[in-house]
């Protein structure tokens, strides 16, 4: 069984933010793979769904605890289900990525990003981590807004590309080939969005 996490802001105001890129990714995957309807869940801190990919069972969490304090949410999920850290995906936003550039990899630090500090803070680091690049305001100083700003129409298109991407080759990592997932991912951003078989 594997945790597939994606990280975000709750609430209607976040919907489109770039900071909840992980949540969209999330949403994708369950659609696609028709998992159940996500439902809120007091004990796990989050809206949670179920579902297979290629006859595997994941959890889907989306965290309601907000972004800095992800990691709540996460360790008591995996803690109930008795999902070991090497079993949880964490997919989320990463500034120092260009937009619709991604990577994934086991452990590590977090990269400055407050939803993995929080994550690391409770479960270690050994889990893994999908980043998903929205790059950098011009104005650094305006971070804080940047990530907490919709994206614009003219990057609906990568953004498609990118989330359909995933969803085609998540069965890849759930099985922790990085190097197929994200090989298979590259194609599927350069080509036509591949349905999940």
Not at 1 to 14: D, E, S, Y
Not at 163 to 185: H, Q
Request: with cysteine.
């Amino acid at each position: 069984m594997n945790l597939l996490v994606g990280l975000g802001n709750p609430g209607a105001r976040h919907l489109n933010d770039r900071h909840n890129i992980g949540f969209m990714a999330l949403e994708n995957i369950a659609e696609q793979y028709k998992f159940s309807s996500y439902h809120k869940n007091k004990r796990f801190y989050g809206d949670l769904s179920e579902g297979k990919v290629n006859n595997k069972r994941v959890i889907a969490l989306k965290p309601s605890t907000y972004m800095n304090n992800s990691g709540k949410s996460v360790a008591a999920t995996s803690r109930f289900y008795k999902i070991p850290p090497d079993k949880v995906i964490i997919i989320h936003d990463e500034l120092d990525l260009k937009p619709g550039k991604i990577k994934a990899k086991l452990g590590g630090g977090d990269a400055g990003h407050n939803g993995l500090k929080s994550i690391s803070e409770y479960i270690g680091s050994n889990y893994w981590r999908v980043r998903i690049g929205i790059g950098k305001p011009i104005n650094k100083t305006n971070t804080k807004n940047y990530v907490l700003s919709s994206f614009e129409q003219h990057e609906k298109e990568w953004l498609a590309k990118i989330l359909g991407s995933i969803t085609t080759c998540i069965p890849d990592l759930l099985e922790g080939d990085a190097n197929k997932f994200l090989t298979k991912a590259s194609l599927t951003i350069s080509n036509p969005i591949l349905s999940p078989s």
